[in-house]
């Protein structure tokens, strides 16, 4: 067996780099042959897998957080050749929660390459997302709102980890704000005034428990949508968001749909897999069972 190993070294505040001796090791041991290509700045990942020579491999292991998954991904769904093989995952970021759906984190690591040594797959759905003119991948979620506006804080504050997503709501909730929004879920169009909007296909953002009910490959995407909340509601109603329980508060709905289009009075910066790209309006829909993942 032989992989491409798409490596952030920088990912986890460098417990990536620190830990890559170790990794190419772990590799060995399970018998795993790899070529490796380090990402060196924004969006390299994505060139590296669009031009890579597919052919070549069994696999490509997109080893990093959220962001570097992310890349690998798009540059996936870049990449011309009809060849399509797995994706692993190894959970050495800061963010990992596509992992924490493959029971996995940055301290199973080596659980991780065990799996991908093994050569067992599943088919996994795949969000795309069409924002003026480009058109995206992600497999977590793709939030827009306050929760991108948290994104944004908690990208600066990624030392402290995925507690940094709790400082930037607790940052960010002193300039609550929301506004008017125009859904067409599956056909059905409707309006509100949102604090925030999530489109999920994983159950977690970050350690937030954001859609309890979501199943990766179920050919849907779950939308979860925050109507307008007062500042000491959102605060009460926060620690809910660690245990799904926010989806039964009367200012959260939720749907589950294959296609969704949002526009918003002004253009709303987007969050796909705690990535900052794109602006509203943008349309999203489910690419059912898209692409193959190692799996336990």
Same mark, same amino acid.
């Given at each position: $067996?032989?992989?491409?190993?798409?490596?952030?070294? !920088?990912?986890? !505040?460098?417990?990536?780099?620190?830990?890559?001796?170790? +990794?190419?090791?772990?590799?060995? /041991?399970?018998?795993?042959?790899?070529?490796?290509?380090?990402?060196?700045?924004?969006?390299?990942?994505?060139?590296?897998?669009?031009?890579?020579?597919?052919?070549?491999?069994?696999?490509?292991?997109?080893?990093?957080?959220? *962001?570097?998954?992310?890349?690998?991904?798009?540059?996936?769904?870049?990449?011309?050749?009809?060849? /399509?093989?797995?994706?692993?995952?190894?959970?050495?970021?800061?963010?990992?929660?596509?992992?924490?759906?493959?029971?996995?984190?940055?301290?199973?690591?080596?659980?991780?390459?065990?799996? %991908?040594? /093994?050569?067992?797959?599943?088919?996994?759905? +795949?969000?795309?997302?069409?924002? !003026?003119?480009?058109?995206?991948?992600?497999?977590?979620?793709?939030?827009?709102?306050?929760?991108?506006?948290?994104?944004?804080?908690?990208?600066?504050?990624?030392?402290?980890?995925?507690?940094?997503?709790?400082?930037?709501?607790?940052?960010?909730?002193?300039?609550?704000?929301?506004?008017? $929004?125009?859904?067409?879920?599956?056909?059905?169009?409707?309006? !509100?005034?949102?604090?925030?909007?999530?489109?999920?296909?994983?159950?977690?953002?970050?350690? @937030?428990? $954001?859609?309890?009910?979501?199943?990766?490959?179920? *050919?849907?995407?779950?939308?979860? %949508?925050?109507?307008?909340? &007062?500042?000491?509601?959102?605060?009460? &109603?926060?620690?809910?968001? @660690?245990? *799904?329980?926010?989806?039964?508060?009367?200012?959260?709905?939720?749907?589950?749909?294959?296609?969704?289009?949002? /526009?918003?009075?002004?253009?709303?910066?987007?969050?796909?897999? *705690?990535?900052?790209?794109?602006?509203?309006?943008?349309?999203?829909?489910?690419?059912?069972?898209?692409?193959? %993942?190692?799996?336990?």
């Amino acid at each position: $067996m032989k992989v491409l190993l798409v490596y952030n070294s !920088h990912a986890g !505040h460098g417990f990536a780099g620190k830990i890559l001796q170790q +990794v190419e090791t772990t590799f060995n /041991k399970n018998s795993i042959e790899f070529d490796i290509q380090f990402t060196n700045y924004p969006g390299h990942g994505i060139e590296i897998v669009k031009n890579a020579d597919l052919s070549k491999y069994d696999g490509i292991v997109a080893a990093g957080g959220d *962001g570097t998954l992310f890349e690998v991904i798009n540059g996936y769904f870049q990449n011309p050749s009809e060849i /399509k093989i797995p994706i692993g995952v190894l959970p050495v970021g800061t963010g990992n929660a596509f992992a924490r759906d493959l029971e996995l984190d940055n301290t199973l690591w080596k659980s991780a390459i065990k799996i %991908i040594g /093994k050569q067992n797959t599943r088919k996994v759905d +795949v969000g795309k997302f069409h924002t !003026h003119g480009q058109d995206y991948y992600y497999l977590n979620i793709l939030g827009l709102g306050f929760v991108a506006d948290v994104t944004k804080i908690a990208r600066s504050l990624k030392v402290f980890g995925n507690i940094a997503y709790t400082f930037g709501v607790l940052f960010r909730t002193l300039f609550l704000s929301s506004e008017r $929004m125009i859904f067409e879920i599956d056909g059905q169009k409707f309006e !509100h005034d949102c604090t925030f909007v999530e489109i999920s296909n994983t159950r977690y953002t970050a350690n @937030f428990l $954001m859609a309890p009910n979501a199943v990766i490959d179920d *050919g849907l995407l779950d939308v979860t %949508i925050a109507k307008k909340l &007062s500042r000491i509601r959102l605060i009460k &109603s926060f620690p809910k968001i @660690f245990t *799904g329980e926010h989806v039964n508060l009367p200012e959260i709905e939720t749907f589950q749909a294959k296609s969704i289009k949002i /526009k918003s009075e002004s253009p709303k910066i987007l969050s796909p897999d *705690g990535e900052l790209i794109g602006i509203t309006p943008v349309k999203i829909e489910c690419l059912p069972q898209a692409i193959e %993942i190692f799996w336990k």
